[in-house]
C-alpha cells in the first residue's frame, strides 16, 4: 500500500515537475525533486531569512495539486492569507521556508496530501508608500522599501529647493498628531542621528525658509550681511560669523536692534568690555530677527588723515615744480 501512495506521489510530482518545466527528463526520484526544489528556491530572488509582511504577493507550488499550483495570493493587512482546503491562515512574519512548512504541516494533518512537497516564492514585495511635502522638487508620495530612511525619502522626492528651511523638517508618523523635528542640515553634514527608518504613512515636511531664523550684523565688520541662526547664537557669535571687526569698530557702543516685538527695542551692549576684562553679561543671547550694529569710533582716524595730507603735499610739491 505504501509503495503505491509512494508511486501515485511521484508519478504526479513528475507531471508537474514536467508542466513548469523545471526539472528535466533525468529526474527519476523524490530526491531528486527536492533537490530542484532547494535550487529553485534559492533563485527566487528574495533572502532566505526575509519575513512576510502584509501586501507582499507570493506564490504557492504544491507538486501533485493543481489548485494549489501556481496559486498566487497576496497577504492581506491582517497578516493572513487563504489557501484552498485550509482555509486563512497567518503569514506575517514568517520566513518563505517557515510558511512552506506550515501549509505541508496543515495539508498532511487534513488528510489531503501524504508528505506533501510545497514551496512559497515571492513574487512581489510589497511596496509602501509615505508623503513628502513642501519645498522639494517633487511633493507627493513616494515608495520605499524597507530598511529606507529620510534621507532615501527626500532623495526620492528630488531633494530640497533653494528656499528649503532644513533646520526645521519635520517628520510625522501615521496615525499620530505628535511630530519629530529633524536638522536636516544638520544630518547632511555627518550627523545621522536623526535619519530614522521609514514606516508606511508617514509624512515629512520640509517648511520654506522664511527669514525668521535668520539674524543681521551691520556696520564696522568685515562681512556685513545675513547669517543663519545656530543653536545658541550670542553678539560674539554673530560678530565672529561676520568675519570680526574692523579697525574703526566702536565695540563699547554695539547695539542689538530687537524687531521680534510688537515695537523695535533697541538694545545697547559693551562688546570693548567682553574682550577686555571677560564681562561675559555682555555676550547677550539673540533672538531671530535681530539685527547687530556696529558703529564707528567717532575718534579721528589719523591713518586716513596722514594719507589725505601726504596726497596733498605732494599734489603741492608738482605744482611748484610746474609739471602741471
Not at 501515485?8 to 518545466?21: N, P, R, T, V
Not at 544630518?187 to 508606511?200: H, I, V
Not at 560674539?236 to 510688537?262: F, M, N, Q, W, Y
Amino acid at each position: 500500500m505504501k509503495k503505491t501512495i509512494k508511486t501515485i506521489l511521484l508519478a504526479s510530482m513528475l507531471a508537474a515537475c514536467a508542466s513548469f518545466g523545471v526539472f528535466g527528463d533525468d529526474i527519476l526520484t523524490v530526491e531528486d525533486a527536492e533537490a530542484a526544489l532547494i535550487a529553485r528556491k534559492a533563485d527566487s530572488g528574495s533572502p532566505a531569512d526575509y519575513k512576510f509582511v502584509e501586501e507582499d504577493l507570493i506564490q504557492l507550488d504544491v507538486w501533485g495539486e493543481p489548485q494549489l499550483t501556481r496559486a498566487q495570493v497576496q497577504i492581506t493587512p491582517d497578516g493572513c492569507i487563504n489557501v484552498a482546503y485550509i482555509g486563512k491562515m497567518k503569514a506575517e512574519g514568517l520566513t518563505a521556508e517557515e510558511l512552506s512548512a506550515e501549509i505541508a504541516k496543515r495539508l498532511e494533518t487534513a488528510g489531503i496530501l501524504i508528505n506533501p512537497l510545497v514551496q512559497v516564492t515571492i513574487i512581489k514585495m510589497h511596496e509602501p508608500t509615505m508623503r513628502v511635502f513642501g519645498e522639494v522638487h517633487r511633493p507627493g508620495s513616494v515608495t520605499f522599501k524597507d530598511g529606507d530612511t529620510v534621507l532615501d525619502a527626500i532623495a526620492q522626492a528630488g531633494s530640497f529647493t533653494e528656499n528649503a528651511y532644513k533646520e526645521k523638517v519635520t517628520i510625522t508618523p501615521k496615525d499620530s498628531p505628535v511630530s519629530v523635528n529633524i536638522d536636516m542640515k544638520r544630518m547632511l553634514a555627518g550627523d545621522l542621528s536623526q535619519n530614522y527608518p521609514l514606516r508606511k504613512g508617514d509624512t515629512i515636511y520640509v517648511p520654506a525658509e522664511d527669514f525668521n531664523n535668520k539674524i543681521y550684523v551691520f556696520g564696522e565688520v568685515l562681512r556685513p550681511g545675513m547669517y543663519e541662526m545656530k543653536d545658541r547664537t550670542t553678539l560674539l557669535t554673530a560678530i565672529s560669523l561676520a568675519g570680526g571687526p574692523k579697525d574703526r569698530a566702536d565695540l563699547k557702543r554695539s547695539v542689538i536692534i530687537r524687531s521680534a516685538t510688537e515695537k523695535p527695542v533697541k538694545v545697547e551692549c559693551n562688546m570693548k568690555a567682553l574682550f577686555n576684562d571677560a564681562d561675559l553679561s555682555q555676550d547677550l543671547e539673540l533672538m531671530p530677527g535681530d539685527t547687530v550694529v556696529i558703529p564707528e569710533t567717532k575718534r579721528p582716524n589719523w591713518t586716513t588723515i596722514s594719507q589725505i595730507i601726504s596726497a596733498l603735499s605732494n599734489i603741492s610739491y608738482i605744482r611748484r615744480t610746474g609739471l602741471f
